[in-house]
């Protein structure tokens, strides 16, 4: 049995207003060095003993990747197919840039996600393709570890919603708070999802208040 642990990176800027900021090379914020810390303790304190982390290629999933194999004394790898969508011509545009720009391609992004193709940049069904790919490989390099994958917000629910055996019309019914964690069990054709999106080691740095 392969047991995945499933987490975002921190806190970035563009999270709150909201932009679409796919492959921006984004550092963690104060507040999101301290989400990869408390995310890093309770991977480290919670008794699952990973063997191996694998990080999307994006600066801010390495450095959260990078305090949890501190905390775990394991190594951390990139891999590319974690990386977070493509939004092409839309990268990091605010959500009122994006109306402005093309009403009807914003709305549908939220009506019928699967159906939108971001100008000069990828689907839902090229980012289902993607995470697919990671997590086969996972599955065959680690057929009885425990891993810890380091991926966004787009590409974790794109992974889940394989999970769930879900189609990618539900994308938005899954969500993924910054260093979340999800647990999964895979034996075989058995999944077992025993959470999602779990947040409680983060309630005192929300407590706080620290945004930067």
């Known amino acids: 049995m392969t047991k995945i642990l499933l987490t975002r990176h921190g806190h970035v ?110 689907s839902l069904q090229d980012l289902a393709a993607r995470s697919a790919n990671a997590l086969r490989f996972v599955l065959a390099r680690h057929p009885k570890d425990t891993i810890v994958l380091v991926g966004h917000d787009s590409v974790n629910r794109a992974l889940l919603l394989q999970f769930l055996d879900l189609p990618l019309s539900a994308y938005r019914r899954v969500a993924q708070d910054p260093c979340c964690l999800n647990e999964i069990d895979i034996d075989g054709e058995k999944i077992c999802i025993l959470r999602i999106n779990e947040t409680h080691h983060l309630d005192a740095i929300a407590a706080d208040g620290q945004t930067r």
């Open 13 to 122: 800027d563009g999270i709150h207003p909201e932009r679409f900021r796919g492959r921006e090379p984004l550092d963690l914020t104060v507040r999101g060095r301290a989400d990869a810390a408390a995310v890093a303790r309770r991977i480290a304190d919670g008794g699952w003993r990973p063997s191996k982390i694998y990080t999307s290629p994006m600066g801010r999933c390495v450095e959260t990747g990078a305090a949890i194999a501190k905390a775990c004394g394991i190594a951390a790898e990139i891999c590319d197919d974690l990386n977070d969508i493509d939004y092409g011509a839309w990268q990091f545009k605010t959500y009122e840039d994006a109306r402005k720009d093309n009403p009807a391609l914003l709305a549908a992004w939220f009506a019928t996600p699967h159906l939108v193709r971001f100008p000069n940049g990828e």
